[in-house]
């Protein structure tokens, strides 16, 4: 059977962070019920293309899945299981958790009900940057979190990092970075803060109340991160992910290496049959959708082949392990070479990237990837086969 990843949103929030730009949504729990109802009628309508399907991983992201009680969640993983084909052998159920709602209690509940990686949206270790990011938990909360998961039994437990806060300084990130390791996850993300258009972190910028990081200390940082984490046994395999070897998330390898994912949930995305489409976006009017019987689907396309490129490139080239450019080939049909050989040599060359057999970011190439990622796009608008064009 075709494998098939799937993801489910769920977009409520206790409070909507300001740098947050994610389709979540504070003060509606009461469609808590509702919602879930809605979710479990879209699975119904997915049942034939789940049926012919092995499910290889199911994700839960948001927002703050959560949010939901651990028997929705329960309840969610069990109706996609029941529709699936099958179920890969040792199918990864992932769940993202703020650890500031998270007690000893659900995380019982969750994994019993089949969550087996739970990741935890710590952010930092510092009580002040906790309450710039609006995040409402303690740094204690944090480190505690991870202990009381692994007590559980979750197979993975990941906490997320932010760094290149307004006024963070770079012993304050190394400091972090301490934190986490010696709160000993499996997994650790780190995402550099980016301004969002249309956030309230985005108007304080404009106000001129806060002053983005300076993007050399924010480079710094990330190479700190790299540095610190490998000589604490914790392997970079994305640009922005490190992992206990074998503690890799599968879920999200299907987005990087051009797999299929369903998505399920107010707003969600996914990439079937190469067709790419997004679900209703608000929560009430996409629960009114599936009560009247209708479809989720709000919006649907199917990539013409230099954005199916370009968006294939982009994405392996996350990787750390890069691609052979043979997949490139299979693929397209056409060999890198072909398609864009003049970018990648010239890359090659200003040791942006690796001047091996594979395509691969280079250590200091690693913080130029939307460079790349641009260029190649513009390079394959401009000159990409024929065949290639829209």
């Known amino acids: 059977m075709k494998p098939l990843a799937v993801y489910v949103h769920i977009p409520f929030c206790t409070?909507?962070?300001?740098?947050?730009?994610?389709?979540?949504?504070?003060?509606?729990?009461?469609?808590?019920?509702?919602?879930?109802?809605?979710?479990?009628?879209?699975?119904?309508?997915?049942?034939?293309?789940?049926?012919?399907?092995?499910?290889?991983?199911?994700a839960f992201g948001g927002g703050t899945p959560n949010e939901l009680p651990a028997a929705d969640i329960s309840a969610i993983v069990a109706a996609i299981r029941a529709a699936a084909g099958a179920m890969a052998a040792g199918a990864e159920v992932s769940l993202e958790a703020n650890p500031g709602i998270t007690g000893a209690g659900q995380l019982h509940e969750l994994r019993r009900g089949g969550v087996t990686r739970i990741s935890f949206g710590v952010q930092s270790f510092d009580a002040d940057e906790l309450r710039f990011l609006d995040r409402l938990h303690s740094p204690e909360a944090s480190a505690a979190v991870v202990g009381a998961a692994r007590h559980a039994g979750f197979e993975s437990v990941g906490i997320d990092l932010i760094y290149g806060l307004p006024g963070q300084s770079f012993a304050g990130w190394e400091a972090n970075l301490r934190r986490a390791v010696a709160a000993a996850p499996d997994h650790i993300s780190c995402y550099?803060?980016?301004?969002?258009?249309?956030?309230?972190?985005?108007?304080?910028?404009?106000?001129?109340?806060?002053?983005?990081?300076?993007?050399?200390l924010v480079a710094d940082m990330y190479e700190r991160a790299g540095d610190l984490l490998e000589a604490a046994g914790y392997r970079q395999y994305e640009l922005s992910n490190w992992a206990r070897p074998g503690h890799e998330s599968r879920h999200n390898r299907t987005y990087w290496t051009d797999g299929e994912y369903l998505g399920l949930g107010a707003g969600a995305h996914g990439y079937v049959d190469g067709v790419r489409y997004e679900d209703i976006a608000h929560p009430r009017t996409y629960i009114e959708a599936l009560e009247a019987g209708r479809g989720a689907v709000a919006a649907h396309y199917r990539p013409d082949d230099i954005t199916a490129m370009s968006d294939w490139l982009a994405l392996r080239l996350r990787l750390i392990e890069g691609f052979d450019p043979g997949d490139f080939k299979a693929r397209f049909g056409t060999p890198l070479e072909a398609a864009a050989g003049p970018?990648?040599?010239?890359?090659?060359?200003?040791?942006?990237?690796?001047?091996?057999p594979r395509a691969r970011l280079s250590p200091r190439g690693r913080q130029l990837h939307s460079e790349v990622a641009v260029q190649l796009l513009v390079h394959l608008r401009e000159h990409a086969p024929a065949a290639a064009r829209p």
């Not at 809605?38 to 034939?48: G, T």
């Not at 970018?343 to 091996?356: M, P």
């Open 343 to 356: 970018v990648i040599a010239r890359f090659r060359e200003a040791g942006v990237l690796d001047a091996g």
């Open 15 to 58: 409070v909507k962070c300001g740098y947050c730009d994610f389709n979540a949504y504070a003060g509606l729990h009461t469609l808590r019920e509702r919602y879930t109802a809605a979710l479990l009628r879209e699975v119904a309508q997915r049942a034939e293309l789940l049926g012919g399907r092995e499910v290889r991983s199911i």
């Open 192 to 216: 550099a803060l980016t301004i969002e258009e249309g956030t309230p972190l985005a108007a304080r910028v404009e106000r001129g109340e806060v002053t983005p990081a300076d993007g050399d």
